[in-house]
């Protein structure tokens, strides 16, 4: 069955993440409503659609930084989750070196103020080597060009380890050669059977890279292999959708005066 459809989605014994009619929003307002669907185990994601259509909502939410407006949906109980949030200057005014950074992604096991053992030393050195980042470990991090800064992030993603990686519009303000080292990484990720979400905008590097994509408007659009999602038609949909939105309408109401097709 052709997967074009959240509501069409074969279910499946155990994906990484179910979603059931969820709705997330702020201070009452949906952001994204009646997602439907489930995150297989293994697969690799892009999260498409215009700005403000509840991408990052989604992320948020999954990682709990936001709590459901309505529906729900399930984790399963075996994910480790790691989230590279959207790009900050943030992390290039932290004072300190790149070695700090990466070992960020280890304070769940060490603790915020935990003595990082050898073993540790070795993984954040491990993960900076496989970023491109050999010998960068005792850089502060305001010494970092963007591409820089955007692998050492990647690395304290990488030193946790984890089965799901949510990563926030990571390509941009970054290199064309970053880039690839980068996408090569998440095929590493995925190769290795991990469950990969990743925020999108370039549509050519969506159908290069992604086997999978979920097109968001403030509700799902179309999700399934990116040849049938990342259509023109699609686009097109999710521009009319998103341009119809209320933003002040509370959440659920039938803001979009657009007559749905038959994905969404
Ligand atoms: P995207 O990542 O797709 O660009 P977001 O998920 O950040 O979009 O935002 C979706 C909608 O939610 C937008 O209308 C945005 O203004 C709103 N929004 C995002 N963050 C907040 C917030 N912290 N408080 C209130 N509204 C927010
Ligand atoms: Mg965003």
């Known amino acids: 069955m052709p997967r074009t459809s959240p509501k069409t989605q074969p279910r499946s014994a155990d994906p990484a993440i179910r979603f059931d009619d969820l709705t997330l929003g702020y201070d009452g307002h949906a952001a994204i409503h009646h997602l439907s669907g489930e995150l297989g185990r293994g697969t690799l994601t892009a999260l498409v659609g215009p700005n403000g259509s509840g991408k ?14 309505g529906g729900s949906f399930t984790v399963s109980m075996d994910q480790t989750v790691a989230y590279l949030p959207q790009h900050s200057e943030l992390d290039r005014s932290f004072p300190a070196r790149v070695k700090d950074l990466v070992a960020l992604g280890l304070w769940q096991r060490c603790g915020l103020l935990g003595r990082h053992q050898p073993e540790d030393r070795k993984k954040v050195s491990g993960a900076l080597t496989a970023v491109g980042l050999d010998g960068f470990g005792d850089r502060p991090l305001d010494t970092l060009s963007g591409g820089q800064l955007q692998r050492a992030r990647f690395a304290r993603v990488l030193v946790q380890d984890a089965n799901l990686i949510l990563l926030d519009e990571p390509f941009n303000a970054v290199d064309e050669k970053t880039i690839r080292d980068l996408i090569a990484l998440i095929q590493g990720w995925r190769a290795e059977g991990r469950t990969v979400v990743t925020v999108v905008h370039d549509l050519d590097l969506v159908r290069s890279s992604f086997p999978e994509a979920l097109l968001l408007a403030r509700r799902p659009i179309a999700w399934g292999p990116t040849a049938e999602t990342v259509t023109p038609k699609n686009m097109q949909r999710a521009r009319l959708f998103q341009e119809a939105w209320d933003d002040d309408a509370p959440w659920c109401a039938p803001a979009i005066r657009v007559r749905p097709g038959r994905a969404a």
Do not use: A, C
């Open 56 to 69: 990052s909502t989604l992320i948020k939410g999954i990682i709990g930084l936001l709590k459901p407006l």
